[in-house]
């Protein structure tokens, strides 16, 4: 049963490059190549398209240049340039590659005191052993890097230990800094707008009762 499976995910995954669908394109963001997939699908998990996406990962790079993780690639990537299939909605990652992701980058990101972003939350991801298809990397031993698989199974050999003192630049914080900045500048902008919705809704409420009396 499970050859059977697998058999059907890699049937899907080859249709996907070969067949791509309307929201698909091979404009891969600049991150995200190298990985073993040749499309990528809009909107992505978090309904953006592809320059909202590339915004938001550009921020994120220094963690993938630093490695504060060996799946950190693969799980940004994942989310924000999600690989293209036949189906309806990009698949996510696993949650173990998300654990794995944040075990070694979130003690970075609280070191400039910040947390682990709240939509990285690794227990909306599936698991490796769900229903619910997700995104794995094929194998973490290779020496080279290697394509990340459609699968329902992930990583779970032990990362060697990795170096994780702040970089000697300020490139890492500041773009920490900016991803926080961003999401507190939509959010307030989105507060406004309901404030100023009821107060003229209030308005149009006092102004009804005067025609009344």
Request: negative net charge; proline residues 7%.
């Amino acid at each position: 049963m499970a050859e059977k499976t697998l058999l059907c995910l890699f049937l899907t995954f080859c249709l996907s490059l070969a067949n791509p669908t309307s929201n698909c394109t091979s404009n891969l963001l600049a991150p995200c190549r190298g990985l073993g997939y040749n499309y990528t699908v809009y909107p992505n998990g978090f309904g953006q398209n592809q320059s909202e996406a590339e915004q938001e990962l550009s921020l994120l790079v220094p963690l993938m240049k630093i490695q504060c993780s060996t799946y950190i690639q693969e799980f940004l990537c994942s989310l924000y340039a999600p690989v293209c299939t036949i189906l309806e909605r990009p698949i996510p990652p696993c949650r173990e590659i998300c654990d794995a992701a944040r075990s070694g980058c979130e003690s970075i990101i609280n070191q400039y005191g910040m947390n682990w972003p709240e939509k990285f939350d690794c227990e909306r991801f599936p698991t490796k052993n769900g229903d619910e298809m997700c995104i794995s990397q094929a194998s973490s031993e290779s020496t080279t890097q290697s394509p990340i698989s459609i699968l329902t199974s992930t990583a779970t050999e032990k990362e060697a230990p990795i170096d994780r003192s702040p970089p000697p630049c300020q490139e890492l914080e500041e773009s920490l800094k900016a991803f926080i900045d961003t999401k507190f500048r939509v959010l307030e902008s989105k507060i406004d707008r309901l404030t100023a919705k009821l107060h003229a809704e209030s308005s149009e409420e006092d102004s009804s009762e005067e025609d009344d009396e």
